[in-house]
């Protein structure tokens, strides 16, 4: 097979960029981009229907045909290939598990899970790629492998809407609330489904909730804002940001993170020690980088630009 193309660095960059790349230049448009959960790649889909994987270290490309449109969180990069979950949240129960092998343009389908009743409300990848967590409009979470779309176990979570699942980093455990008629926010071990704990918050709430990167803390909103629990006992470690209902964990583990209010472009960081506004970084939404450090995606005229925001 032909090498891979290679996509040179900007000439002359500045001291944060990493990569930019001029989609417009060779005539295709940006429909969107994005890091991968492993920090070491950028995902770029364009309207020619076609999508590329660039390795961030390497500039090497590896072009291929998705079976879907591509969202953040459903993609997953590992040796073996591209993994690719296709579903639709709020229509229906149907996913479709898909990779892209080394070599291959167009997509395997790996399984299925179909139906109409209950639908996909939210999901995530694990951290490995190996499972995949949907939650269901009647309360329920499903946990499939990836590798067949086989489903692993069904758990009977809350008692209405599942709004927001996380998996710990290691995968251990998995992290999910529900809309505020459940005001319950759980812990479950992966591996048997059993609940491992109770995060107690108020009961109106709108049920977002996140591990930190070092696996350390986990967050969970309430109807006065966003509580910090530690994952060493689940008990909450007194820090509320006020106000706030949504959010992830910076790379370093020290904040929570969201789309600053008088700026939508940037990033507000809230400190999960003092719960107070600590900085703003110049990007909108951050991934983390493989290598801890922090980088935002800007898509402006076509020109993808992945940037560096904060150590």
Not at 14 to 35: C, H, K, N, S, T
Not at 240 to 257: N, P, Q, R
Request: net charge negative; charged share 15%; with cysteine.
């Amino acid at each position: 097979t032909d090498p891979a193309p290679v996509h040179p660095p900007a000439q002359n960059p500045p001291a944060d960029v990493l990569l930019e790349i001029d989609y417009g230049g060779q005539g295709r448009m940006v429909y969107d981009a994005f890091l991968t959960a492993d920090g070491g790649h950028l995902l770029v889909q364009t309207d020619t229907l076609s999508a590329e994987v660039i390795d961030l270290a390497s500039g090497e490309t590896w072009p291929f045909t998705p079976p879907t449109y591509l969202y953040e969180g459903d993609v997953f990069v590992q040796s073996a290939g591209i993994l690719v979950v296709a579903y639709y949240p709020r229509e229906n129960g149907n996913i479709t598990f898909w990779r892209v092998s080394p070599g291959d343009e167009e997509a395997q389908l790996l399984g299925s899970a179909s139906g109409t009743e209950p639908y996909v409300i939210t999901a995530t990848l694990s951290p490995d790629g190996s499972t995949f967590a949907a939650g269901y409009n009647n309360g329920t979470i499903k946990l499939y492998n990836t590798a067949n779309g086989s489903l692993i176990r069904s758990i009977s979570a809350h008692n209405d809407n599942v709004t927001s699942l996380d998996f710990s980093p290691d995968g251990r455990y998995l992290v999910s609330d529900s809309f505020s008629f459940d005001a319950n926010t759980f812990v479950f071990t992966v591996s048997s489904g059993a609940k491992a704990a109770t995060l107690t918050t108020e009961g109106w709430e709108p049920g977002v909730v996140a591990f930190s990167p070092d696996g350390r803390w986990v967050s969970a909103t309430a109807g006065d804002g966003t509580h910090i629990y530690s994952t060493s006992n689940w008990q909450a470690t007194g820090t509320v940001i006020a106000g706030v209902w949504e959010g992830v964990f910076t790379c370093d583990s020290s904040g929570l993170m969201l789309r600053s209010a008088s700026n939508g472009s940037q990033s507000d960081v809230y400190s999960l020690a003092t719960g107070e506004l600590a900085e703003t970084l110049d990007g909108y939404p951050v991934f983390c980088l493989s290598d801890g450090r922090a980088a935002a995606v800007d898509v402006e005229d076509d020109v993808v630009t992945v940037k560096v925001v904060s150590p």
